[in-house]
């Protein structure tokens, strides 16, 4: 859980990087694609290509896809139907998600990790909700596809690493995840990229820079490998907690507009569903031991 947090205090300063210095001045599809390369550009120097089974090398390379290529293609498309606010209000499901997906492919269903991530949705609802206008349907719908890439991602890559042997060093073959994302993201910058919005300044170089070395590269590395880690309630519930860092962040070094009163009761709902968790995780594994 720590490194979890660790890189959730990272990405909370990623998000207001990209709103108060990218978003509407650099193309969107550059900018990921930046991200991407200078990501691949940590790892592929430590791609061992031996050491792993082909099979799990085209595992982590469509995780890579789904999770970061086509995640982001879902996402920027929802811009199209939906305001911010109504994007990220909707993006708080995927914690939901990543229980779910779990349990199916367990082949079970764990109440308690439910409980607690239904207890994260309603603390990050709690922070962000804002009034929603008609017709948004289709823009919901192109949002949901966007968090179960992102959760499907980090519960196959959890799933793929965790049926390896456990002395396997993760820098030495997370090189294909970035491969995989970089299959989706290039071809789509060629199809639907703008080379005329490219950044003017060396300010948003350096961002770009920082978001692809940092936040990207060492970040989403970082996240992959806590992943693998913790319960899958635990992960549920570490994807909200960006928003109420991002907002504090967001307040204390930008000085946007926040309801503190929102952001406390939110957050402490978020703290709630990681109490909880722990207690259902404690008790399904005595319930594990005692039935074995």
Known sequence: MPMLVAVTLMWAFSFSLIGVYLAGQVDAWFSVLMRVSLAAMIFLPFLKLRQIDKKVAVQLMFCGALQLGIMYGF????????????????????????????????????????????????????????????????????????????????????????????NLPQST?????????????????????????????????????????????????????????????????????LIPAGIVVNVVFWNRDADILRLTIGGSIIILALLANDKFSQKFSSSNKHNS
């Open 75 to 166: 996402y920027y498309q929802s811009f199209l139907y939906l305001s911010v606010p109504e994007v990220l209000l909707f993006t708080v499901m995927t914690p939901i998600y990543i229980t779910l997906l779990n349990d199916i492919l367990e082949k079970r269903l764990n109440v308690g990790f439910i409980i607690s991530s239904l207890l994260a949705v309603i603390g990050a609802i709690t922070i962000r909700y804002q009034g929603i206008d008609e017709g948004f349907l289709k823009g919901f719908l192109i949002v949901q596809g966007a968090n179960l890439c992102f959760a499907g991602g980090q519960v196959f890559y959890k799933r793929t690493i965790a049926s390896q042997p456990s």
């Open 173 to 241: 073959v997370f090189g294909w995840f970035f491969i995989g994302a970089l299959a989706v993201v290039i071809p789509c910058y060629l199809a639907l990229g703008n080379a005329d919005n490219l950044p003017t300044t060396s300010l948003q170089w350096g961002v770009l820079t920082y978001l692809g070395l940092v936040a990207s590269g060492i970040g989403y590395f970082a996240w992959n490998k806590g992943a693998t880690q913790v319960s899958v309630g635990k992960l549920a519930v570490a994807n909200n907690l």
